[in-house]
């Protein structure tokens, strides 16, 4: 009993030490908004209540072989005491407790609603695919910008994010800013979240999408509104499509890139064949800034100098099952050249 | 109780006695070697699906080492991420399917007659076929493992993932064919459950006397009869949308994903419960047992089962709270989940209160019912807290989900199941568990058990997303993890202790005496370990603890001094009683060892192989043999000979069955009717669905389907319908003049529907590829075709029948049991009638 | 005769049979307008459907209410002890359908309805 008492309450107390000491970046318990905050408020609020809860229904039941004197009770006093366990803990306290719950818990999602606001939010569409992530600004300034596998968001204001699934169903979640939802294909969900100041976030798809499921995450960063509005205007198209083709060392890149790649991969600025196009087999992500994104394969490999190359060749070790084929026609050397002026791509 | 003056009135010479018990063993005899095959009866098959059970169990343990291993470091690379995706779905669909619920029914189907004093279930062949079915189902899923070709979508198959573009392979194939063969099993062991509990316990045995056990089945029964049917009607459409690709669930064709969700769901959430319940029927028998006195609160026990049963079939959405619906909808759904948790405090409030007001005492089994109420306990506060639709959309999908789960279905099932296991052990051999092994399995299974999934709790709070086949080291789960996986080891070791334990007494263990946990229920009547008819003969029970009160009652059971203790006719029987009092109405005659089940269950195999393996002539002409053994099977019943070889009655006992208008067969055909209309239920619900919530649907300005032609058909069944209903009047009044050939005429009435039906198909010209409409038409057509056809078969039989005199009005049951079936055809043909094409015409079609 | 009616088992079942009625109409009226024709979210909760679910609710309530009340009249008059225990627990489970009926309709009062 005692040793049991001892396990269940030095568990969480443990944990919270180890929490501080080394947490990633996707716990909804080091919230970064208002509505993570909320829940992770009625997280600890439930979490004690029913801590004791379960102390008390254990602890009676133990007790009961314990318990020495045993008076003698009546059939009237035997019937009266049953009574008042199944009214007051069967009745009493669940309705009780989930009464008070239902009050206290359904306002701390109000936040993450969509409803109508003075001020409409900016608008952010993601969309999932197997297995990355397409992000789309449509009410950028001089059109709409598109990027792969990183979102910006302005941070202090509400964000409202409208996901949908290319392929198969994928969930949206950035645990610290609050609750997910699922892209569902043929469906758009909204969502809003806020962050409460800059920072840099991490988040994962939560809904089972397949073989790589687990290689899906998303590189989220929080930034003031001019920076935030000074990062999509470098990313207008005029901008990436000068930033395609500048040089010209990069030419014989572009080329293998333009016969091998282009079907599934859009770099702005880049004439391709319209037959290439009618011939692309999936949709893989846009490459126009992919030199300034901080991950490649959704999470798999830090973007540092030549990982590009190196995902090229290695990219079914790394992340098998990945829908970009094998590139076994090309040699490393060509992979790397490929790599190298992607790197460049860096708005 | 029985009163002395029977009881003398039947006292007979010794070596009458002797001659009666040599007909009795010979009447319910096994047979061995090859003949085993064919038993029936409820212990042995009983026994059959728990050990089947337990052989799927250790196979989905072994599963969930191999996830342990896998997530026990970061970035592992011990299995390949598809060989993972494989084992985590197979885990959950064996642990599940194959293991849960089976088990449980095994469990049931071995225990129910022996507490409600009856000889065996009201429909022997039923269960045989039902194991039959689970185990060539369960081997055919099975085997896909062992060809690296295993489902690998998750054990709930969210589509599109699950659908042909997506899932190329035949996994999804395997796991729809194979659960869908495999859940024939849960629903035949739920119809007859159902019908037994209500109708075959022993004489008195009124029903608020019956054992808290058999209320627990009963609400497990009821809910796995309306439960399973919309997963099955799911998994056709999905597999018809993945073998002819018929859109039910592909946006672009008008179907919606989100449809496959609900539909699996709305079996999904009440499955927890069908296997929640039973667990907490054990608890509610081994706690009195244990506590030395009659549960508190039986009245309020069996109104906790019945709000838990209903209560459970409102709650599915909150596994959908994440797919972005309005926000009230969501409320009604979390209100009611948290609502679930007002009858289960009920029922834990009442086991403390019995324990509170007894004398317990602490044995192995009662270990593990309190382990079941820590676990169990926990699991349902984080239950609550997962009703919570903000906190839900934080932490589902995650490692709190899968904590959760595991703690309300391991506490609540897997430890009661333990517990009744060790109970019950000196009724299955005899003999008595050892007490140190048992401990020690005990301790190393519930820490091991905590120590992995208490902490995979924190994992998810932590951010740790369910099925991911890895995660990275800078994540700071890897503590987490590794404490898991270690844990589970320590678990599997617990697990091992208790079969080595169960292994072990039985050559080792100590011969148990009668009734040795000194038991209140009829069980413990029987002998050790129990003869095939359980009973020598059948006492007349008015209380509810018939061994607390008559201590001498397995000597004067065993002495055949109670009811039908006679054999020479060569029947099996029990006793029909009336379902609320307990007062006797017939003598039911139930069938005997077959061959019949077991080879319909092999054709229905051959179907589900040759679909896998898209042989569809050879699935065509198994699909008509299966139909064919089925057929020959009902022939032998009612007054076949074989079904009643000796139609004499004992004097003062009710009249046979087969010789009344309201035998069990009557009952048995409600109750799959009942699931019948769940799966109709659901198609309309999914046909409703789509129409107005799905985001592509297009539908023709006209209605392809011919509204006279409709009418047509439905005057014919409606004639037919009420045909039917004369003959049986008039049998009722005894009047059997021309009932044969009024019989073949209805039977022409549902072949000229039939004929019309084929007729609006063809006219109609649907394209099942392009839109969900014609898809939904398509199915529901069938639908409503198969079941006249299989009406129009059924009464030309009864026909046959007459003219060989198995049916008159000597032996009028058969036609009232088609009548229902000829009732529930036309009311749903009438509703398909107006939801397919009355309403499209009157609302008007989009395209 | 008419007690037969009030002690009749089929009571354990009506009662919840009548809330999970009433939860299909709800949701499924709910889903439905919402789909075909939302009411602004501007106005809350003060909306005619949530006025029409609520009045469902009552309805739904007052029912149960009386089917209660039967129940438990009838299980004070009969004298047989399987009637009786039908009779109670039929009336105990109306009222707990009733209760669930409320617990669950009273958000429609609060809440946007199609948000």
Same mark, same amino acid.
């Given at each position: 009993?005692?040793?049991? $008492?001892?396990?269940?309450?030095?568990?969480?107390?443990?944990?919270?030490?180890?929490?501080?000491?080394?947490?990633?970046?996707?716990?909804?318990?080091?919230?970064?908004?208002?509505?993570?905050?909320?829940?992770?408020?009625?997280?600890?609020?439930?979490?004690?209540?029913?801590?004791?809860?379960?102390?008390?229904?254990?602890?009676?039941?133990?007790?009961?072989?314990?318990?020495?004197?045993?008076?003698? $009770?009546?059939?009237?006093?035997?019937?009266?005491?049953?009574?008042?366990?199944?009214?007051?803990?069967?009745?009493?306290?669940?309705?009780?407790?989930?009464?008070?719950?239902?009050?206290?818990?359904?306002?701390?999602?109000?936040?993450?609603?969509?409803?109508?606001?003075?001020?409409?939010?900016?608008?952010?569409?993601?969309?999932?695919?197997?297995?990355?992530?397409?992000?789309?600004?449509?009410?950028?300034?001089?059109?709409?910008?598109?990027?792969?596998?990183?979102?910006?968001?302005?941070?202090?204001?509400?964000?409202?994010?409208?996901?949908?699934?290319?392929?198969?169903?994928?969930?949206?979640?950035?645990?610290?800013?609050?609750?997910?939802?699922?892209?569902?294909?043929?469906?758009?969900?909204?969502?809003? $979240?806020?962050?409460?100041?800059?920072?840099?976030?991490?988040?994962?798809?939560?809904?089972?999408?397949?073989?790589?499921?687990?290689?899906?995450?998303?590189?989220?960063?929080?930034?003031?509104?001019?920076?935030?509005?000074?990062?999509?205007?470098?990313?207008?198209?005029?901008?990436?499509?000068?930033?395609?083709?500048?040089?010209?060392?990069?030419?014989?890149?572009?080329?293998?890139?333009?016969?091998?790649?282009?079907?599934?991969?859009?770099?702005?600025?880049?004439?391709?064949?319209?037959?290439?196009?009618?011939?692309?087999?999936?949709?893989?992500?846009?490459?126009?800034?992919?030199?300034?994104?901080?991950?490649?394969?959704?999470?798999?490999?830090?973007?540092?100098?030549?990982?590009?190359?190196?995902?090229?060749?290695?990219?079914?070790?790394?992340?098998?099952?990945?829908?970009?084929?094998?590139?076994?026609?090309?040699?490393?050397?060509?992979?790397?050249?490929?790599?190298?002026?992607?790197?460049? $791509?860096?708005? | 109780?029985?009163?002395? *003056?029977?009881?003398?009135?039947?006292?007979?010479?010794?070596?009458?006695?002797?001659?009666?018990?040599?007909?009795?063993?010979?009447?319910?005899?096994?047979?061995?070697?090859?003949?085993?095959?064919?038993?029936?009866?409820?212990?042995?098959?009983?026994?059959?699906?728990?050990?089947?059970?337990?052989?799927?169990?250790?196979? =989905?343990?072994? !599963?969930?080492?191999?996830?342990?291993?896998?997530?026990?470091?970061?970035?592992?690379?011990?299995?390949?991420?598809?060989?993972?995706?494989?084992?985590?779905?197979?885990?959950?669909?064996?642990?599940?399917?194959?293991?849960?619920?089976?088990?449980?029914?095994?469990?049931?189907?071995?225990?129910?007659?022996?507490?409600?004093?009856?000889?065996?279930?009201?429909?022997?062949?039923?269960?045989?076929?039902?194991?039959?079915?689970?185990?060539?189902?369960?081997?055919?899923?099975?085997?896909?493992?062992?060809?690296?070709?295993?489902? *690998?979508?998750?054990?709930?198959?969210?589509?599109?993932?699950?659908?042909?573009?997506?899932?190329?392979?035949?996994?999804?194939?395997?796991?729809?064919?194979?659960?869908?063969?495999?859940?024939?099993?849960?629903?035949?062991?739920?119809?007859?459950?159902?019908?037994?509990?209500?109708?075959?316990?022993?004489? @008195?045995?009124?029903?608020?006397?019956?054992?808290?056990?058999?209320?627990?089945?009963?609400?497990?029964?009821?809910?796995?009869?309306?439960?399973?049917?919309?997963?099955?009607?799911?998994?056709?459409?999905?597999?018809?949308?993945?073998?002819?690709?018929?859109?039910?669930?592909?946006?672009?064709?008008?179907?919606?994903?989100?449809?496959?969700?609900?539909?699996?769901?709305?079996?999904?959430?009440?499955?927890?419960?069908?296997?929640?319940?039973? =667990?907490?029927?054990?608890?509610?028998?081994?706690?009195?047992?244990?506590?030395?006195?009659?549960?508190?609160?039986?009245?309020?026990?069996?109104?906790?089962?019945?709000?838990?049963?209903?209560?459970?079939?409102?709650?599915?959405?909150?596994?959908?709270?994440?797919?972005?619906?309005?926000?009230?909808?969501?409320?009604?759904?979390?209100?009611?989940?948290? %609502?679930?948790?007002?009858?289960? &405090?009920?029922?834990?409030?009442?086991?403390?209160?019995?324990?509170?007001? @007894?004398?317990?005492?602490?044995?192995?089994?009662?270990?593990?019912?309190?382990?079941?109420?820590?676990?169990?306990?926990?699991?349902?506060?984080?239950?609550?807290?997962?009703?919570?639709?903000?906190?839900?959309?934080?932490?589902?999908?995650?490692?709190?989900?899968?904590?959760?789960?595991?703690?309300?279905?391991?506490?609540?099932?897997?430890?009661?199941?333990?517990?009744?296991?060790?109970?019950?052990?000196? %009724?299955?051999?005899?003999?008595?568990?050892?007490?140190?092994?048992?401990?020690?399995?005990?301790?190393?299974?519930?820490?091991?058990?905590?120590?992995?999934?208490?902490?995979?709790?924190?994992?998810?709070?932590?951010?740790?997303?369910?099925?991911?086949?890895?995660?990275?080291?800078?994540?700071?789960?890897?503590?987490?993890?590794?404490?898991?996986?270690?844990?589970?080891?320590?678990?599997?070791?617990?697990?091992?202790?208790?079969?080595?334990?169960?292994?072990?007494?039985?050559?080792?263990?100590?011969?148990?005496?009668?009734?040795?946990?000194?038991?209140?229920?009829?069980?413990?009547?029987?002998?050790?370990?129990?003869?095939?008819?359980?009973?020598?003969?059948?006492?007349?029970?008015?209380?509810?603890?018939?061994?607390? #009160?008559?201590?001498?009652?397995?000597?004067?059971?065993?002495?055949?001094?109670?009811?039908?203790?006679?054999?020479?006719?060569?029947?099996?029987?029990?006793?029909?009683?009336?379902?609320?009092?307990?007062?006797?109405?017939? +003598?039911?005659?139930?069938?005997?060892? *077959?061959?019949?089940?077991?080879?319909?269950?092999?054709?229905?195999?051959?179907?589900?192989?040759?679909?896998? %393996?898209?042989?569809?002539?050879?699935?065509?002409?198994?699909?008509?043999?299966?139909?064919?053994?089925?057929?020959?099977?009902?022939?032998?019943?009612?007054?076949?000979?074989?079904?009643?070889?000796?139609?004499?009655?004992?004097? &003062?006992?009710?009249?046979?069955?087969?010789?009344?208008?309201?035998?069990? =067969?009557?009952?048995?055909?409600?109750?799959?009717?009942?699931?019948?209309?769940?799966?109709?239920?659901? !198609?309309?619900?999914?046909?409703?669905?789509?129409?107005?919530?799905?985001? #592509?649907?297009?539908?023709?300005?006209?209605?392809?389907?011919?509204?006279?032609?409709?009418?047509?058909?439905?005057?014919?069944?409606?004639?037919?319908?009420?045909?039917?209903?004369?003959?049986?009047?008039?049998?009722?009044?005894?009047?059997?003049?021309?009932?044969?050939?009024? !019989?073949?005429?209805?039977?022409?009435?549902?072949?000229?529907?039939?004929?019309?039906?084929?007729? +609006?198909?063809?006219?109609?010209?649907?394209?099942?590829?392009?839109?969900?409409?014609?898809?939904?038409?398509?199915?529901?057509?069938?639908?409503?075709?198969?079941?006249?056809?299989?009406?129009?078969?059924?009464?030309?039989?009864?026909?046959?029948?007459?003219?060989?005199?198995?049916?008159?009005?000597?032996?009028?049951?058969?036609?009232?049991?088609?009548?229902?079936?000829?009732?529930?055809?036309?009311?749903?043909?009438?509703?398909?009638?107006?939801?397919?094409?009355?309403?499209?015409?009157?609302?008007?079609?989009?395209? | 005769?008419?007690?037969?009616?009030?002690?009749?088992?089929?009571?354990?079942?009506?009662?919840?049979?009548?809330?999970?009625?009433?939860? /299909?109409?709800?949701?499924?009226?709910?889903?439905?307008?919402?789909?075909?024709?939302?009411?602004?979210?501007?106005?809350?909760?003060?909306?005619?459907?949530?006025?029409?679910?609520?009045?469902?609710?009552?309805?739904? /309530?007052?029912?149960?209410?009386?089917?209660?009340?039967?129940?438990?009249?009838?299980?004070?008059?009969?004298?047989?002890?399987?009637?009786?225990?039908?009779?109670?627990?039929?009336?105990?489970?109306?009222?707990?359908?009733?209760?669930?009926?409320?617990?669950?309709?009273?958000?429609?009062?609060?809440?946007?309805?199609?948000?």
């Amino acid at each position: 009993m005692r040793a049991r $008492l001892i396990r269940v309450w030095s568990i969480p107390a443990f944990l919270a030490v180890l929490l501080t000491g080394c947490a990633g970046n996707k716990s909804i318990l080091d919230p970064a908004g208002r509505a993570a905050a909320d829940v992770a408020l009625v997280w600890w609020g439930m979490a004690g209540f029913f801590s004791l809860v379960l102390i008390m229904v254990v602890a009676l039941g133990l007790y009961s072989f314990r318990r020495r004197s045993r008076p003698k $009770l009546s059939a009237l006093e035997e019937k009266r005491l049953a009574r008042r366990f199944i009214l007051g803990g069967g009745v009493l306290l669940p309705v009780a407790t989930i009464g008070v719950l239902l009050i206290f818990g359904v306002p701390a999602g109000q936040r993450m609603l969509p409803v109508p606001l003075g001020t409409p939010p900016d608008v952010i569409q993601v969309t999932g695919h197997q297995w990355w992530w397409e992000v789309r600004y449509p009410g950028a300034e001089g059109g709409e910008v598109v990027t792969a596998n990183q979102l910006v968001m302005p941070a202090g204001e509400p964000v409202d994010f409208h996901v949908t699934g290319a392929d198969v169903i994928h969930s949206f979640w950035i645990p610290r800013l609050g609750g997910k939802i699922d892209m569902i294909p043929g469906h758009i969900n909204r969502i809003r $979240l806020e962050a409460d100041s800059p920072g840099v976030f991490g988040a994962q798809c939560a809904e089972f999408c397949g073989t790589q499921h687990a290689h899906m995450q998303l590189y989220v960063e929080a930034m003031e509104r001019s920076d935030y509005e000074a990062w999509l205007a470098e990313r207008q198209a005029a901008k990436l499509e000068t930033l395609a083709v500048q040089s010209d060392a990069h030419a014989p890149a572009r080329e293998v890139f333009v016969e091998y790649c282009a079907r599934c991969h859009r770099v702005a600025g880049l004439t391709v064949p319209d037959s290439q196009w009618e011939l692309a087999p999936i949709q893989g992500p846009d490459l126009s800034d992919i030199g300034a994104r901080p991950t490649l394969g959704a999470g798999v490999l830090a973007m540092e100098e030549g990982a590009i190359g190196y995902w090229l060749e290695h990219h079914q070790q790394l992340k098998p099952g990945n829908r970009m084929p094998a590139h076994l026609a090309l040699e490393p050397p060509a992979l790397q050249a490929i790599g190298d002026w992607l790197e460049t $791509l860096s708005p | 109780m029985n009163d002395s *003056s029977q009881d003398s009135s039947r006292k007979t010479a010794p070596e009458d006695t002797r001659r009666f018990l040599e007909d009795l063993e010979r009447v319910w005899a096994n047979p061995r070697g090859l003949g085993a095959l064919t038993i029936v009866n409820h212990t042995t098959v009983g026994l059959r699906f728990m050990l089947t059970g337990m052989a799927f169990f250790l196979v =989905g343990g072994v !599963l969930a080492m191999l996830i342990r291993s896998q997530l026990a470091f970061p970035g592992q690379n011990f299995m390949a991420p598809e060989i993972y995706n494989q084992v985590v779905t197979m885990h959950g669909t064996v642990m599940m399917f194959l293991f849960a619920i089976p088990i449980l029914e095994g469990l049931a189907i071995y225990m129910i007659p022996k507490m409600i004093g009856a000889r065996d279930l009201v429909c022997p062949r039923l269960s045989a076929f039902g194991y039959w079915c689970y185990l060539f189902g369960g081997l055919i899923l099975l085997s896909s493992l062992f060809m690296e070709m295993a489902p *690998s979508s998750g054990w709930f198959m969210y589509t599109p993932l699950s659908s042909k573009v997506y899932s190329p392979g035949l996994g999804s194939d395997f796991w729809l064919l194979g659960i869908t063969f495999v859940e024939i099993s849960a629903l035949s062991a739920g119809v007859e459950l159902v019908v037994s509990i209500l109708r075959t316990r022993t004489q @008195g045995m009124a029903l608020h006397k019956m054992p808290l056990f058999a209320w627990y089945i009963l609400a497990m029964a009821m809910m796995i009869v309306v439960g399973f049917p919309p997963l099955i009607l799911g998994s056709v459409l999905l597999e018809l949308e993945r073998a002819v690709g018929m859109p039910f669930f592909d946006v672009a064709g008008g179907g919606d994903p989100i449809l496959w969700q609900h539909l699996f769901w709305l079996f999904g959430h009440p499955e927890v419960y069908i296997i929640f319940l039973p =667990g907490a029927g054990i608890v509610s028998t081994l706690i009195p047992v244990f506590a030395g006195r009659p549960i508190v609160g039986y009245g309020w026990a069996v109104f906790a089962v019945i709000t838990t049963g209903f209560i459970s079939f409102g709650l599915w959405v909150h596994h959908m709270f994440t797919v972005g619906m309005p926000q009230l909808a969501q409320t009604f759904f979390s209100a009611a989940s948290m %609502l679930v948790a007002v009858p289960t &405090g009920i029922q834990i409030f009442l086991w403390l209160a019995t324990l509170w007001l @007894g004398k317990p005492r602490l044995q192995v089994p009662m270990l593990w019912i309190f382990g079941f109420l820590f676990v169990f306990v926990l699991g349902g506060l984080t239950g609550v807290m997962l009703a919570l639709v903000p906190f839900n959309w934080q932490v589902h999908d995650t490692h709190f989900v899968v904590a959760h789960m595991h703690y309300v279905l391991v506490g609540g099932m897997f430890f009661p199941l333990i517990g009744g296991l060790y109970y019950w052990l000196p %009724l299955f051999s005899g003999r008595m568990p050892s007490q140190t092994l048992g401990k020690w399995g005990f301790w190393l299974t519930f820490l091991g058990f905590n120590g992995t999934f208490l902490i995979m709790h924190w994992t998810g709070l932590l951010g740790m997303p369910r099925r991911v086949y890895t995660y990275g080291a800078d994540e700071g789960w890897q503590l987490f993890n590794l404490i898991s996986s270690v844990s589970s080891f320590l678990m599997a070791m617990g697990i091992a202790m208790i079969l080595v334990d169960i292994m072990l007494h039985f050559r080792f263990g100590k011969p148990a005496r009668q009734n040795p946990w000194n038991a209140d229920t009829l069980e413990w009547a029987t002998s050790m370990p129990p003869s095939p008819y359980n009973f020598v003969s059948l006492p007349k029970v008015e209380t509810r603890h018939p061994l607390w #009160e008559y201590p001498q009652l397995p000597r004067t059971i065993a002495e055949g001094r109670h009811g039908l203790a006679a054999a020479f006719h060569g029947r099996r029987e029990i006793w029909g009683t009336d379902p609320l009092t307990g007062k006797l109405r017939e +003598v039911i005659h139930i069938p005997t060892n *077959s061959w019949w089940p077991l080879f319909a269950a092999l054709a229905l195999a051959v179907v589900c192989i040759s679909l896998l %393996l898209r042989w569809y002539p050879l699935a065509g002409i198994a699909v008509l043999v299966a139909a064919g053994f089925l057929l020959r099977w009902s022939w032998e019943n009612g007054a076949h000979p074989r079904a009643a070889p000796d139609t004499r009655e004992q004097p &003062g006992n009710p009249p046979l069955h087969s010789r009344t208008l309201d035998g069990p =067969g009557v009952w048995t055909m409600a109750v799959a009717l009942l699931a019948n209309g769940a799966f109709f239920l659901s !198609l309309l619900f999914g046909w409703f669905y789509l129409w107005t919530i799905s985001p #592509e649907w297009s539908m023709p300005p006209e209605s392809p389907l011919s509204l006279t032609l409709l009418v047509l058909a439905g005057l014919a069944s409606s004639a037919g319908w009420l045909w039917l209903e004369r003959c049986v009047r008039r049998l009722r009044r005894r009047q059997g003049a021309g009932l044969a050939k009024g !019989l073949y005429m209805i039977s022409a009435l549902g072949a000229v529907q039939l004929g019309l039906l084929v007729w +609006v198909l063809v006219l109609a010209e649907l394209d099942v590829t392009a839109t969900a409409h014609d898809a939904v038409l398509m199915v529901s057509l069938v639908y409503v075709m198969l079941h006249t056809g299989f009406g129009a078969v059924l009464t030309l039989l009864q026909g046959l029948r007459v003219g060989y005199g198995y049916v008159g009005v000597e032996a009028p049951l058969e036609p009232v049991v088609v009548r229902l079936l000829w009732r529930y055809n036309l009311g749903v043909y009438w509703i398909v009638v107006v939801s397919l094409a009355v309403l499209p015409r009157m609302i008007g079609g989009t395209t | 005769m008419r007690q037969i009616l009030w002690t009749h088992p089929i009571n354990l079942v009506v009662g919840l049979t009548l809330w999970s009625v009433w939860f /299909v109409a709800m949701y499924g009226g709910l889903s439905v307008v919402c789909a075909i024709a939302p009411p602004d979210p501007e106005q809350g909760p003060l909306t005619l459907l949530n006025a029409g679910l609520a009045l469902l609710t009552l309805i739904t /309530v007052a029912f149960l209410a009386w089917l209660a009340w039967k129940c438990f009249h009838a299980s004070q008059q009969t004298t047989m002890r399987a009637a009786h225990f039908c009779a109670i627990v039929s009336a105990g489970l109306y009222l707990a359908s009733m209760v669930a009926v409320l617990f669950v309709g009273v958000p429609v009062l609060g809440l946007s309805p199609c948000v």
